[in-house]
Structures are given as C-alpha cells and as structure tokens.
T-cell receptor, first 111, second 113 residues
Framework: DAKTTQPPSMDCAEGRAANLPCNHS???????VYWYRQIHSQGPQYIIH???NNETNEMASLIITEDRKSSTLILPHATLRDTAVYYC????????????FGGGTRVLVKP | EAGVTQFPSHSVIEKGQTVTLRCDPI?????LYWYRRVMGKEIKFLLH????????ESGMPNNRFLAERTGGTYSTLKVQPAELEDSGVYFC???????????FGPGTRLTVL
C-alpha cells in the first residue's frame, strides 16, 4: 500500500470548513484513497473514499488532484463533534484488504 | 441494526495471566478483522477472517495470540500468557463482502500489570 503523509495536527473554527490535506505521491493506478476518523474512546469510523473523481457524501467531500498524488478531505461545516484523529489511507480497494493506519491528523474544532 | 460490539470494554490483568476478548460483528457480515493500538503507536492490523477461515494473519505478533471464529459468527482473541507490551486497545471490525467499508467496534482496553 502507498505511503501517505498528513500534518500531525490542525485547528478549525466551529462552523467553518475544515480542509485536511494528504500526500500520496507513490499511489498506484489501482489504489483508492480512503478516509477514516477516530473520535476519542471510539473505534475508527469510515468517512469516504475515491479513486480519481471527487466524491461527496453526507459527512464530507473528497477532492483528489488530477495526478492523484494528493487529496483533500473537506468537512463543510465543522462541529465540535468532529474533533478527532483523521486518517488518510491508500490501498487497493474492493479487495477486503487490511487497513494500514498512519499517524493521522489530530483535528481540534474550537468554538 | 446493532453495530459491532466488543466485550469487555476494559480488562486489567497481571503479567502471565490469560485474557479472552470477544467481538460480535454486525449480523450478516462475513468478514471480521482484529486491530490493536499499543501505547504511543499507530493502529496495527492483526488478522482477517472470512467466515470461520483465517484469510490473513500476517499481523499477529507471536504465538501467544490465538484468534478463533467458530461458526463464522462472533470471534475471540486470546492472549496467553499476557505480557506488559500487550497493553493497548484492541479493535474489531466487520464488513459485508458486497462492500468495502469496515465498521469498527468501540474497542477493548487491555492493561497488563
């Protein structure tokens, strides 16, 4: 699985958009970008994933650059409950493979 | 629909003792995964069941760890004998084969004294 690089931490104001970057310069053509998050004292939670097109669901949007070497997770209106560690994971999708977690980005949403 | 459940939520044991963790996946999910986070480290994969069969156990740290999934429903992870470095949070996740999303349980916090 391709290695990812994320900033260790970032703050965000409540009600504003949170933009979380992820670099994955060695991504292969058949690898997807997945985002999970872990809220304190809970298990990781799936957010969104994509291959090359931008994706949106009820939780977030995923923007993948044209060369696929980086992506951005967007939380459109951050709330205090979005405070968590966010993990960007790149792997071959739809194969049931294990998830390889890195250090993630610790996001603190402030009032 | 109930999510992935894990029991116990916390366990404190002494070095050398045995502990068994249990995971109940979401009903109908044939894939079951175990992960753990030890102190200060990243979440690491342990193993993957498809129904009752071990699909991938490459992450199991050593032979003190034994995972089972008899009948392809719930799974247990036994640590025998437990060592200090086994302390951490053990997560279970399940997935239905028709999708790629893994759903995680709340974890079991294991403390070995």
């Amino acid at each position: 699985d391709a290695k990812t690089t994320q900033p260790p931490s970032m703050d965000c104001a409540e009600g504003r958009a949170a933009n979380l970057p992820c670099n994955h310069s060695t991504i292969s053509g058949n690898e997807y970008v997945y985002w999970y998050r872990q809220i304190h004292s809970q298990g990781p939670q799936y957010i969104i994933h994509g291959l090359k097109n931008n994706e949106t669901n009820e939780m977030a949007s995923l923007i993948i650059t044209e060369d696929r070497k980086s992506s951005t997770l967007i939380l459109p209106h951050a709330t205090l409950r979005d405070t968590a560690v966010y993990y960007c994971i790149v792997r071959v999708g739809a194969a049931g493979n294990k998830l390889t977690f890195g250090g993630g980005t610790r996001v603190l949403v402030k009032p | 629909e109930a999510g992935v459940t894990q029991f116990p939520s916390h366990s404190v044991i002494e070095k050398g003792q045995t502990v068994t963790l249990r995971c109940d996946p979401i009903s109908g999910h044939d894939n079951l995964y175990w992960y753990r986070r030890v102190m200060g480290k990243e979440i690491k994969f342990l193993l993957h069941f498809v129904k009752e069969s071990k699909q991938d156990e490459s992450g199991m740290p050593n032979n003190r760890f034994l995972a089972e999934r008899t009948g392809g429903t719930y799974s247990t992870l036994k640590v025998q004998p437990a060592e200090l470095e086994d302390s951490g949070v053990y997560f279970c996740a399940s997935r239905i084969s028709s999708t790629d999303t893994q759903y995680f349980g709340p974890g079991t916090r294991l403390t070995v004294l």
